[in-house]
């Protein structure tokens, strides 16, 4: 029994190759494989094309990693074609990550130059600095963006280092976790932060407290401190006595960045504050908890 029959003549041209069902074949000069769909009689076969490797989803082609929702990279498999049958496209490897020209895995595709961080949203982790009674105040908190990557809410395909921050006021030094944020490539990044919190003044005649994010960018000897956001609630009313509100303060900004910059947001109150009672609360709301994201523009 014969278990294979060969009906397509194949030609060898100076290390091309040449497929077709009929006598002949002219291979293009920039071709290494040319398949050619025609046949000589439409009577004895319809036209054939080619079935590539397929698989079912996106997140079913290879060297997909489910702990950061992104896809690791081999730069000797640029350049793999694979078709996935839940949204009929092909696929292209370009040695870092999958594209199909499409945005039709949505999830993927709008987080693919983006990390997101986020409280952990239970009500329990609300951070706040207060000035009681006091002239000189000057105590600062970084914030807490403690929320597990879970691929969805909170996800990092820039590769961000989130660590522990250091604030030193008056030759003191607090360790605060999950709020410093260290860029592993260099580049031109929007920021875009968003802090509930609530601000309460009894009596205060100068400024209350502020939510800040703020950069250390290296220069060669030392990273130099510049303050990219601030956001500042007047609570005051009538000569500062007596005001006390809640917002929900979102800002965007863009900077360049080196590898091993920074950032740290932070509740910062004043160094010299003349205030009977101040208080400002990062809150921590399970429908709208704090965040910070990062997209790489270039």
Same mark, same amino acid.
């Given at each position: 029994m014969i278990g294979l029959v060969l009906t397509m003549l194949t030609v060898f041209v100076n290390g091309q190759i040449g497929i077709t069902k009929k006598n002949s074949i002219s291979v293009h000069p920039h071709a290494a494989i040319q398949i050619d769909a025609e046949v000589e009689d439409l009577a004895q076969s319809s036209y054939k094309g080619l079935l590539l490797p397929a698989v079912s989803t996106f997140k079913n082609l290879p060297l997909y990693n489910a702990t950061d929702n992104n896809f690791s990279e081999d730069v000797a498999m640029e350049g793999l074609v694979m078709y996935t049958n839940d949204n009929a496209l092909?696929?292209?490897?370009?040695? +870092? &990550?999958? &594209? %199909?020209? #499409?945005?039709? #895995?949505?999830?993927? %595709?709008?987080? +693919?130059?983006k990390s997101r961080f986020a409280s952990i949203g239970n009500g329990n982790?609300?951070?706040s600095v207060v000035c009681v009674l006091?002239?000189?105040?000057?105590r600062s908190v970084a914030l807490d963006f403690g929320k597990e990557n879970d691929g969805i809410n909170?996800?990092?395909?820039?590769k961000i280092q989130k660590d522990i921050a250091t604030i030193e006021y008056a030759l003191i030094k607090k360790e605060h976790p999950n709020a410093k944020f260290t860029f592993t490539d260099d580049g031109i990044y929007e920021i875009t932060m968003s802090v509930p919190h609530y601000i309460a003044d009894v009596v205060s005649l100068? +400024?209350?407290?502020?939510?800040q994010l703020r950069a250390y960018n290296w220069n060669g000897s030392k990273f130099v401190e510049t303050t990219l956001m601030d956001f500042v609630y007047d609570a005051n009313n009538f000569l500062g006595i007596g005001g006390s509100g809640t917002a929900g303060q979102s800002e965007t900004i863009s900077a360049t960045f080196a590898k091993g910059d920074y950032v740290v947001a932070r509740l910062d109150s004043p160094g010299a504050a003349v205030s009977v009672g101040s208080e400002i609360k990062a809150l921590d709301l399970p429908f709208n908890p704090r965040e910070i994201i990062f997209t790489k523009i270039r």
């Open positions: 092909y696929n292209v490897y370009d040695g +870092k &990550s999958w &594209s %199909n020209g #499409d945005k039709t #895995d949505e999830a993927l %595709n709008y987080q +693919k130059n982790e609300q951070q006091l002239l000189f105040c000057g909170v996800y990092n395909n820039l100068t +400024k209350t407290g502020k939510i």
